[in-house]
């Protein structure tokens, strides 16, 4: 079926899905719809899009939330598709799922979710089974939330596996541009193996687990060097972990950096990227430049990016929550993969270009929409 008018209704806009969104905008004649952005995730230039209009979320109770008129615009006769953030609490998607259920011009409408995480209790199971059920399919981020979906007897005809992306043209022009410059042995003055973090510095991230890591291998007189890119409410706490622990001359805590080019060079000349927490679009924005990346192996409480992860080819897990354990993954790394840096290089850019991309996204959309 060809899509004539496509009405798309998210939450608010984000920056890091302007190629994306652009390339929907690009292939179909759309309406979008996105609420304001109240949070300090940073938006999207909307004027890149050609019909935008905005609307309020507000709080019902607890979690639950509305948003205004979204309802009536999605009702509208001139759109024949919708295209919608699957967000089971808020009451206005369901709103719009029943009355089209009961509607007897139904639309076809079509989520964008993360869908299942695999830590559901009964009533979640049982709500989002309800919830997604609405939907003729709906887009999940990973291949894990379509298996755990399915073994929780949800139908995987209504499921399709779309992934996520950031800009994957300008990161690939960037990438080609790039020329070693020494920066970490200018800083550092040594050849030290670089662990790089990138993103917010908060408390979810578990940098405190990487500090402690790192502290125990220098009794075993392993040597590292760490970069922090970002900031955020943990930065002070974690710098005095690192004069309390003596680590000043191993962590360079560059902060928030917002030019691509310079964390093009960060990314791409360190070694290995580590995120003790949950790891997310941080394990594409340094495996596009070639570096591999270490996070935890809980996978219910992981984001869907983890599946970028191949163990011994794109990076490595640790057991969850557990120092010794990251500690023992860092160490047995660079035990098997030092020499082999260029061979992983290769193996990132590969996952990345060949299913973290708009491209393979639009694909995704394209055969399942039209």
């Known amino acids: ?3 004539d008018k496509l009405c798309v209704i998210y939450n608010f806009a984000q920056k890091y899905r302007t190629a994306i969104f652009r390339a929907i905008d690009n292939n179909w004649d759309c309406k979008w719809i996105f609420g304001r952005n109240t949070t300090d995730i940073k938006g999207m230039d909307t004027s890149l899009l050609k019909d935008v209009d905005f609307v309020e979320n507000k709080t019902v109770i607890g979690p639950l939330f509305r948003q205004t008129g979204i309802a009536a615009e999605a009702s509208k006769a001139e759109y024949d598709t919708i295209l919608m953030l699957g967000e089971p609490f808020n009451v206005s998607t369901w709103n719009i799922l029943l009355r089209n259920k009961l ?3 139904r639309k076809r409408i079509f989520m964008w979710s993360h869908g299942w995480y695999g830590r559901e209790g009964f009533f979640k199971k049982w709500l989002k089974r309800a919830f997604f059920g609405l939907a003729d399919k709906t887009f999940l981020y990973g291949n894990y939330a379509k298996e755990v979906a399915v073994s929780q007897g949800f139908p995987p005809e209504k499921l399709a596996v779309i992934h996520n992306s950031l800009d994957h ?3 690939v022009s960037l990438r080609k541009s790039l020329l070693p410059s020494g920066i970490y ?6 050849d030290n193996p670089v662990l790089i973090f990138i993103g917010r510095l908060t408390a979810v991230k578990r940098l405190d687990l990487l500090l402690t890591a790192i502290e125990s291998l220098n009794r075993k007189n392993e040597n590292y060097n760490i970069v922090l890119v970002g900031d955020g409410e943990k930065r002070e706490e974690l710098e005095s972990i690192v004069r309390e622990s003596g680590l000043e001359g191993q962590v360079w805590f560059y902060g928030a950096c917002y030019d691509d080019n310079h964390n093009a060079q960060l990314i791409s ?3 290995l990227c580590v995120a003790p ?3 997310g679009l941080t394990a594409m924005h340094t495996m596009v430049f070639g570096t591999p990346v270490l996070t935890h192996d809980n996978f219910p409480m992981q984001m869907p990016e983890f599946e970028a992860i191949h163990r011994g080819r794109t990076g490595d897990f640790f057991e969850y929550d557990n120092v010794e354990s990251l500690a023992d993954a860092i160490s047995r790394w660079f035990a098997s993969h030092r020499d082999e840096r260029e061979e992983i290089r290769k193996y990132c850019y590969e996952e990345i270009d060949s299913y973290w991309t708009p491209e393979y996204q639009m694909c995704v959309l394209m055969d399942n929409m039209n």
């Open 1 to 3: 079926m060809t899509i």
């Open 103 to 105: 509607s007897r011009n």
């Open 169 to 171: 043209e300008e990161q």
């Open 185 to 190: 042995r200018r800083h550092f003055g040594n």
């Open 269 to 271: 000349e360190a070694d």
């Open 277 to 279: 927490g949950n790891v």
